[in-house]
């Protein structure tokens, strides 16, 4: 049962934009904390960025001012808009829900590859 799916990875240049999108249709995403985290070749599982369910941000000092991520409860969609991208930002990038203590999901993530 997949209850997150990544989109909107792929290959950019440096300097270039990417704007990841997670569906999330079958929760009840309004209740949920969300959030963006990558993995890098060889690397651990890092965060990117949080939204609360109250719409709260929380970024990694990588991310700040580049990334943004928002959420539409509407569509049960979570966004990361991801600007200025350098080539250590490539990575996985996986969309995660999350209700503390209680349960939390990963999508299987999107993949993208920033070129020099």
């Known amino acids: 049962q997949v209850l997150l799916v990544e989109s909107g990875g792929g290959l950019v240049q440096a300097g270039g934009s990417l704007n990841l999108s997670c569906a999330a249709p079958?929760?009840?995403?309004?209740?949920?904390?969300m959030g963006w985290y990558r993995q890098a070749p060889g690397n651990q599982r890092e965060l990117v960025a949080t939204i609360t369910s109250d719409g709260s941000t929380n970024y990694r000092d990588f991310a700040e001012g580049r990334f943004t991520i928002s959420r539409d409860n509407a569509k049960k969609m979570v966004y990361l808009q991801m600007n200025s991208l350098k080539p250590e930002d490539t990575a996985v990038y996986f969309c995660?829900?999350?209700?503390?203590?209680?349960?939390?999901?990963w999508g299987k993530g999107t993949l993208v590859t920033v070129s020099s």
């Open positions: 079958r929760i009840t995403f309004s209740i949920y904390h």
């Open positions: 995660n829900a999350d209700r503390p203590a209680l349960v939390t999901y």
